[in-house]
Nanobody, 120 residues
Framework: QVQLVESGGGLVQPGGSLRLSCAASGGIVLIYRMGWYRQAPGKQRELVAV???????NYADSVKGRFTISRDNAKNTVYLEMNSLKPEDTAVYFC??????????????WGQGTQVTVSS
């Protein structure tokens, strides 16, 4: 069974940093795309950053210059380095990926989410 597991969330002060991790497991054959979304209370889920298998990265305008997405393909893991955090970054962050496994063709999966709170 393919699953995505996020870690690294927590409480930080404005201007601080966090690194989120998302590890994919369960008979992984290929990972085509890995990305991060976030959802604040009462708001729609929004794309934060995405990294393709070809190395292309894209970011929401609100996080450009502050967040960096990266992949370790040997570990089937994607990271989100978050710097200069602002209170408006507070949200549940979700890992998202489309994956081919030993049991299913290319399928989109979501992680369970990890809470990031930026507050003084």
């Amino acid at each position: 069974q393919v699953q995505l597991v996020e870690s690294g969330g927590g409480l930080v002060q404005p201007g601080g940093s966090l690194r989120l991790s998302c590890a994919a497991s369960g008979g992984i054959v290929l990972i085509y795309r890995m990305g991060w979304y976030r959802q604040a209370p009462g708001k729609q889920r929004e794309l934060v950053a995405v990294a393709t298998s070809g190395g292309t990265t894209n970011y929401a305008d609100s996080v450009k210059g502050r967040f960096t997405i990266s992949r370790d393909n040997a570990k089937n893991t994607v990271y989100l380095e978050m710097n200069s955090l602002k209170p408006e970054d507070t949200a549940v962050y979700f890992c998202n990926s489309d994956v081919t496994s030993t049991t299913r063709s290319r399928t989109v999966y979501w992680g369970q989410g990890t809470q990031v709170t930026v507050s003084s």
